[in-house]
């Protein structure tokens, strides 16, 4: 049921005679008349605004997900959103992250186009869903620009490329080296150099000479296995003397060891050769 509307006032003043005589009480009820008309449809507007049909005539303006151009439709679609999250059934997209606790959601409650997404159907840059860069096998991973993983052929040590220089130098005193590639595993060295020492070791190390001074007597000690080394010894001191480890082998007489004096000891494998220097004994 619509609304009643006043369309036009029943008793207009310009509807009046220009002079009227003698009419005291028709003009009194003239007068009364529109107000009297007014009051009527204001009580008839009250009682269908108490109708159970009002609010089915009182418009809504759609918003807050309510699709309704009446306040009874929205009322209806109020309803029909409380019943449905009273019994678990939420309206579509009307559900945020915000409600949602971890763990809440299980992967069988997920819809197939989700899990299609999690299960295979979406990659991290090159890296598949499945672990996978590229297509091809016996490739190593890098980084390249902005850091992007990239597989790339395994043919290097740290994916360096091998020097193309025939040999490996030698160095008496040892080099990190500034070359950005790698030795093969077949590579060679040339022969190796004397190394050269200013204090003694102990036990003496193989392919090194000594050079040394000492203010007292020294105790010589051989490293196991083979080895050949030379010691150049200058004594200052009072004591002096050198004491080989037992079982040395002398080729020729051990001088007599004197302070001041100089001597070269040449040991090859526990055999020992003496002679003071400079007079050929």
């Known amino acids: 049921m619509a609304f009643t509307k006043i369309e036009q ?21 003239y007068f009364d008349a529109n107000p009297t008309q007014i009051m009527e449809a ?14 089915d005539q009182i418009g809504y303006s759609a918003g807050d997900g309510i699709n309704a151009s009446t306040v009874q439709a929205a009322i209806a679609a109020l309803k029909d959103m409380l019943d449905a999250a009273v019994t678990g059934t939420i309206p579509d997209g009307s559900l945020t992250g915000e409600k ?36 091809s096998s016996g490739r190593v991973v890098v980084t390249g620009e902005n850091g992007a993983l990239q597989a790339e052929t395994k043919n290097t040590a740290h994916n360096r490329n091998f020097a193309e220089t025939a040999g490996a130098a030698a160095s008496a005193s040892g080099t990190a080296g500034t070359a950005d590639t790698v030795a093969r595993g077949d590579h060679t060295h040339p ?18 000479r000594y050079t040394v001074t000492e203010s007292g007597a020294i105790t010589l000690a051989y490293p196991a ?13 009072t004591a002096a003397g050198v004491t080989f480890p037992s079982g040395t082998l002398f080729l020729g007489s051990v001088p ?26």
Request: charge should be negative.
């Open 9 to 29: 006032l029943g008793s207009l003043i310009a509807s009046l005679p220009d002079r009227v005589t003698g009419q005291a009480d028709w003009l009194k009820a």
């Open 42 to 55: 204001f009580n008839a507007l009250v009682d269908e605004l108490k109708a159970a049909t009002a609010a």
């Open 100 to 135: 949602l606790g971890d763990g809440q959601v299980g992967e069988s409650k997920l819809t197939a186009a989700v899990q299609g997404k999690l299960n295979g159907g979406h990659a991290h840059g090159s890296l598949t869903s499945d672990g996978k860069i590229g297509a």
């Open 191 to 208: 022969t190796q150099r004397v190394r050269r020492k200013t204090a003694l070791e102990t036990p003496l190390a193989d392919n090194t």
């Open 225 to 237: 296995g083979t080895f050949e080394c030379s010691v150049y010894v200058t004594f200052t001191g």
């Open 256 to 281: 007599e060891w004197e302070t001041g004096k100089s001597y070269e000891i040449s040991i090859v494998d526990g055999v020992a050769v003496v002679a003071q220097a400079g007079d050929g004994t």
